[in-house]
């Protein structure tokens, strides 16, 4: 399994599109649930280790942040981003994730990767690499659609 070791710069630009969950709409009164806005924001960790998190995006399903990033990484498997609903009350409502595996934004020899990801869940691979050891560099710029 490959692993990331070095100075990992991460910048989350949007996301389209989010669904609210039916836990999100409990409170939701009126005939149509449908148009139910979120107060979005994304949690970031690197396997287990919460990174940071972006600013809540007040009643939009398609929030915009351009939040950055930095940590240093040691033996990095897998970055992890989940989407919530900042609830008024009570622990907040989870909307969506993605779990993207360093192998995959390492295999083409880039020190930057820049895509969209659905937000779901994507189970992690498996594959006969060698670790990576070297200390680096890597940039990466996610978006975000359901």
Same mark, same amino acid.
């Given at each position: 399994?490959?692993?990331?070791? #070095?100075?990992?710069?991460?910048?989350? &630009?949007?996301?389209?599109?989010?669904?609210?969950?039916?836990? !999100?709409?409990?409170? @939701?009164? #009126?005939?149509?649930? %449908?148009?139910?806005?979120?107060?979005?924001?994304?949690?970031?960790?690197?396997?287990? !280790?919460?990174? *940071? %998190?972006? @600013?809540?995006?007040?009643?939009?399903? !398609?929030? +915009?942040?351009?939040?950055?990033?930095?940590?240093?990484? &040691?033996?990095?498997? /897998?970055?992890?981003? +989940?989407?919530?609903?900042?609830?008024?009350?009570?622990?907040?409502?989870?909307? +969506?994730? &993605? =779990?993207?595996?360093?192998?995959?934004?390492?295999?083409? #020899?880039?020190?930057?990767?820049?895509?969209?990801?659905?937000?779901?869940?994507?189970?992690? *691979? @498996?594959?006969? &690499? %060698?670790?990576? =050891?070297?200390? $680096? $560099?890597?940039?990466?710029?996610?978006?975000? /659609?359901?």
């Amino acid at each position: 399994m490959v692993v990331f070791n #070095g100075l990992l710069k991460i910048k989350i &630009c949007e996301a389209v599109s989010l669904k609210p969950t039916a836990w !999100s709409l409990r409170h @939701a009164v #009126g005939p149509r649930p %449908q148009t139910f806005l979120l107060d979005p924001y994304i949690a970031l960790n690197v396997d287990d !280790s919460r990174i *940071g %998190q972006t @600013a809540t995006k007040q009643k939009t399903n !398609s929030p +915009a942040w351009h939040d950055e990033f930095v940590t240093d990484v &040691c033996n990095g498997r /897998k970055i992890e981003l +989940a989407v919530f609903h900042d609830a008024p009350i009570g622990y907040d409502d989870f909307v +969506a994730n &993605c =779990t993207i595996q360093f192998e995959e934004l390492l295999q083409n #020899g880039s020190r930057h990767f820049e895509d969209w990801h659905r937000t779901l869940k994507v189970p992690p *691979g @498996a594959c006969g &690499c %060698q670790p990576e =050891t070297k200390r $680096s $560099s890597y940039t990466a710029v996610f978006k975000m /659609k359901s």
